[in-house]
């Protein structure tokens, strides 16, 4: 989706995806550093981001649009956090090298050569010892009506994750059905892959 098509999403007062972070991200909690950097990929309205930095973590909520960056700092400033919103389109971001102790990739799906692009600079931007924590909808999830691209090449699986992040140690990657509950944009039975990966010291 383009940025326009996004501002559009976001454009009513709700929060379409929520206002609660991704199950799998909170499940990683006990791992996180008790400071340091953070980046939210594709954050949209802010939920992740916001939840990485109630853990403490100067966090970074990168996304293109520019109306869900305005409401994941209203978010922020509910929740009595800071949070830093960078307007930028992953086509032409420059990854830093070796900047965030944890990036959050939940549902960000891009065509093949952003994808690759993306997950490379990822990893470059990875401090040693980093985590990534992602959630990805897979090619199954055609078959559920709980939101999610409905183009088969923007989704994503377990041997496309492990060949992408070939260079970083991976700790768990889990497939299979989950219940989702985040807001209206993704309701209801889907099928996914959660990877948690680390750089290696």
């Known amino acids: 989706m383009s940025a326009a098509q996004w501002d559009q999403r976001y454009a009513d007062d709700h929060y379409h995806y929520g206002t609660a972070p991704n199950a799998w991200l909170i499940s990683q909690a006990w791992r996180l550093p008790r400071s340091g950097t953070a ?13 990485l930095a109630q853990q403490g973590l100067h966090t970074t909520s990168l996304d293109q649009s520019v109306v869900g960056l305005a409401k994941a700092q209203r978010l922020a ?5 800071t949070l830093h919103a ?8 420059a990854w830093p090298e070796s900047a965030y102790a944890v990036i959050a990739s939940i549902y960000v799906h891009l065509p093949d050569a952003l994808r690759r692009r993306t997950h490379a600079g990822i990893m470059r931007a990875l401090c040693p010892g980093g985590l990534l924590i992602l959630e990805a909808f897979t090619p199954e999830q055609l078959a559920c009506s709980s939101g999610g691209p409905r183009d088969l090449a923007l989704l994503y699986s377990e041997s496309m994750l492990r060949a992408d992040f070939a260079g970083l140690e991976i700790l768990e990657l889990l497939g299979g059905e989950v219940l989702l509950d985040e807001g209206p944009g993704h309701r209801g039975s889907g099928r996914v892959l959660r990877l948690l990966a680390r750089r290696r010291l």
């Open 39 to 51: 980046l939210a990929l594709a954050d949209g309205e802010g939920r992740n981001g916001v939840w």
């Open 77 to 81: 400033q509910q929740c009595g956090v």
């Open 86 to 93: 960078e307007h930028a389109d992953l086509a032409d971001w």
